[in-house]
Structures are given as C-alpha cells and as structure tokens.
C-alpha cells in the first residue's frame, strides 16, 4: 500500500541483479562461479505496471499485476475486471488475484468458480492467471484442497497459497 514509483524502480533494479554485493572477485573461483539469476517476475499494483515496463522492457523478466481489488478482493466482479484489463493494457503479462474468501466461506462456490473464469477469460491470450487462495482464512485442508480444485477447474494458470497480507501465510503442511 505504501509503495512508490521510487519504491518500484528499485525492486525491477534489484529483479535483474538479485545480489550484485556477493560478486567479490578476489573470493571467486571462477570455474565454479555461477552468477545468481533474476527472477521471474516482478509484482506490482495495477498502477504500477508502467512503472515497472520502464525497467523491465529490454529484460526477459514479466510482470505481473496483483488485480482484483487485491489483498481483499472487496469490489464487484465488474470493477475487478475492469482493473484486470488495465493492468493487461498497461503491460502486465500475469495477473494475481485473490478468490472472495467472503463467498467460498459461506459456501457460494459457484461464486467462486464465476470470479476466477471471469479474471481468465479477462486475461485471455495476453496474461497467466495466478489464483491466490489466502489459506490462513480458509480453515481447513479440506477447504484449501477445495478452493485449489475451483481454481484450477475454473482456468488458473498457477496458485498460490497466500498473499503474506495476513497471519498465518503459508505453512508447511498447506
């Protein structure tokens, strides 16, 4: 919530050169050096994203938008498309959304289901859907393998357990 396009443009910097201080010539044996890889992605606010393409364009890097009123997913399905094709239009290739924890919890499934097809087919050909689950909320393995199986049948590309917004995150057994 707090970050800037400073804030950005240092985290793309530090993507491409993950730990440009370990590089320390007179340690190196350069038969075994092999230098730390940039990562994946990086992952931004909708707003952002052009931000981040600045960085990024001549990298091999993606970029992908944390959309979908993201932590809380607290919008209507409209608005969350809506800023799902922003973020694609702005340049975001993955896009991260949280399913409505509200609706799975009260047994709407279907919602559930409806939301993550609706944020795919958003995405289309242009962007991966990663589906975040917030398995601190979600109470138990049964719903966490329930909520993983709506996902995937609905269309995610990947998911993921937790967004670290909240306590407990991501654990071992999950």
Known sequence: GADTEGKVRQ?????IHPAPSLIHEELLNYDQYRPIPSVAAVCVYPKLVP?????LKDSSLHIAAV?????SG???????VQEVRKAIQAGADEI???IPRGAFLEGKY?????????TKEACGDQAHLK???ETGELGSYDNVRLASNISMEAG???IKTSTGKISPAATLPV
């Open 67 to 71: 959309a979908t009123a993201f932590p």
């Open 156 to 158: 995610a590309d990947f």
């Open 74 to 80: 607290q919008l209507p399905l409209r608005e969350k």
């Open 51 to 55: 931000t981040a393409l600045k960085i």
């Open 96 to 98: 991260d959304m949280v």
């Open 110 to 118: 279907q919602k559930v289901f409806d939301e993550v097809a609706a």
């Open 11 to 15: 985290l793309c910097h530090k993507a």
């Open 131 to 133: 589906v975040i689950l």
